[in-house]
C-alpha cells in the first residue's frame, strides 16, 4: 500500500457532479483504496476549456491503494462522463 494524493475535476453541473463523485468513490472502494481525507474544493475556473467546458468542480482525496489498482482505476476515469481531468501523485517517496 502506498500513500497518493488524488485531485479529481468533475463536470461542473450539479447532477453530474453528484453522480460523479458517487461513482469515483465506489470505484475507490473497489479498488480497496483507503481514503483518509477528501475535501471539496468547490467550482473554479479551468486555465483552458476541457471537453467544451469553462468550469470544474474539484475535489481533492488522499488514500492508501495499491499501485496495480491504480492502473486500473485510471482506465476506467478516462471513460467517465463527469470526470473532466484526475491526477494521482505518489506520496510515498
Do not use: C, W
Not at 38 to 46: F, N
Not at 49 to 77: C, N, S, T, W
Request: a neutral charge; glycine letters at 4%.
Amino acid at each position: 500500500m502506498r500513500n497518493y494524493e488524488f485531485t479529481v475535476i468533475f463536470d461542473a453541473d450539479e447532477e453530474k457532479f453528484k453522480k460523479g463523485l458517487e461513482d469515483v468513490t465506489a470505484m475507490l472502494s473497489d479498488a480497496k483504496a483507503e481514503i483518509t481525507k477528501q475535501d471539496d474544493m468547490g467550482v473554479r475556473m479551468l486555465a483552458y476549456i476541457i471537453k467544451k467546458q469553462d468550469k470544474g468542480h474539484y475535489v481533492y482525496f488522499e488514500m492508501q491503494a495499491d499501485p496495480a489498482q491504480i492502473q486500473g482505476l485510471e482506465r476506467k476515469l478516462v471513460l467517465h462522463n463527469s470526470v473532466l481531468k484526475y491526477l494521482f501523485v505518489n506520496k510515498s517517496k
